[in-house]
C-alpha cells in the first residue's frame, strides 16, 4: 500500500503563489508515475500534470503550462506543485495520486487532497 498525504494548500489572492506538497509512505517506488489532479465544486476531477520518477519527465494540462510547474524528491518521496499566476478558475480541491505500474489512467492511489481557493 502506498499513503499519499497533500499539504500546502489555503487561500491565496489573484496572482499570488502557492506551492502544494504531497508525502508518499508505505511501499514507495523509485519507477512510475505521480501526478497531480484538482476538482471544482460542479466539475469533473480533471489532471493537472504528472511526473515521471525514473526520468523527471514531466507532462501539464494545457492550461496550466507556464503556470505550473510539478517537481519530485525520490530521496524523500515527495512531489511538488508549484502554482503561479493564480485564478480564481484554479479554486478546487488538489489531489495527488500514484500510479507505480506507469500504465495508462492506473491511479492506484490517491491522497485525500488539499483544498486550494483563490479570491478575485
Known amino acids: 500500500q502506498v499513503q499519499l498525504v497533500e499539504s500546502g494548500g489555503g487561500l491565496v489572492q489573484a496572482g499570488g503563489s502557492l506551492r502544494l506538497s504531497c508525502a508518499a509512505s508505505g511501499r514507495t517506488f523509485s519507477t512510475g508515475l505521480m501526478g497531480w489532479f484538482r476538482q471544482a465544486p460542479g466539475k469533473e476531477r480533471e489532471v493537472v500534470a504528472s511526473i515521471r520518477w525514473s526520468s523527471g519527465a514531466t507532462l501539464y494540462a494545457n492550461s496550466m503550462k507556464g503556470r505550473f510547474t510539478i517537481s519530485g524528491d525520490n530521496a524523500e518521496n515527495t512531489v511538488y506543485l508549484q502554482m503561479n499566476s493564480m485564478q480564481p478558475d484554479d479554486t478546487a480541491l488538489y489531489y495527488c495520486?500514484?500510479?507505480?505500474?506507469?500504465?495508462?489512467?492506473?491511479?492506484?492511489?490517491w491522497g485525500p487532497g488539499t483544498q486550494v481557493t483563490v479570491s478575485s
Open positions: 495520486a500514484a500510479n507505480p505500474a506507469a500504465a495508462a489512467n492506473r491511479w492506484d492511489y
